[in-house]
């Protein structure tokens, strides 16, 4: 389930939360065919509440299933958000939406793991990306001697106009 938190039961004391958000419930839409989110988001967090806002610390884990963007080849990748830390106002524009005491942490927990999705997700550092091969229409014509499709371009073509 999301994560909310009763304001009441900060009055007391601080809060001290672990556990899961799902993935449905964490919806994310990464709108991104390399990046998918494969497993629940975990949480080990510390809730605060100060005069008008929370604040929230702890770590953030979430794994997810991505593609390399140079050889296709799949890989896991962890986000890990260790020392994490929110302020969560609960008064003015950016403030959170209470509903019967309640306010949804989920919200900004989501956009910071956002943040820490790769922009372009590689499975080595040093990935080459795929293996060039050779078309079987290059062969044939590098073969006969006459000029291979390489080395014709629309330069080439381009430099035979005259103006």
């Known amino acids: 389930m999301s994560l909310r938190v009763n304001l009441r ?7 001290k939360l672990q556990g899961e958000v799902t993935i449905g419930e964490l919806d994310i839409d990464t709108r991104d065919e390399m990046i998918q989110v494969a497993t629940p988001l975990e949480y080990d967090l510390e809730v ?14 979430l794994g997810l299933h991505c593609k390399c963007v140079r050889c296709l080849k799949e890989f896991d ?24 005491d309640l306010v949804d942490l989920t919200p900004f927990m989501r956009e910071d793991i956002l943040l820490a999705f790769p922009q ?11 293996p060039k091969q050779e078309s079987g229409k290059a062969k044939a014509s590098s073969s006969g001697g006459g000029p291979t499709e390489a080395s014709s371009s629309a330069w080439a073509e381009l430099n035979k106009l005259k103006f």
């Open 9 to 15: 039961h900060l009055e007391a004391h601080n809060l």
């Open 48 to 61: 605060e509440k100060l005069e008008h806002s929370l604040l929230l610390e702890g770590d953030l884990r």
């Open 77 to 100: 990748f962890p986000v890990e958000l260790k020392n994490w830390r929110s302020h969560v106002a609960l008064q003015g524009e950016e403030a959170a939406p209470v509903m019967n």
């Open 120 to 130: 372009h997700p590689l499975c080595e550092r040093e990935c080459r990306g795929l």
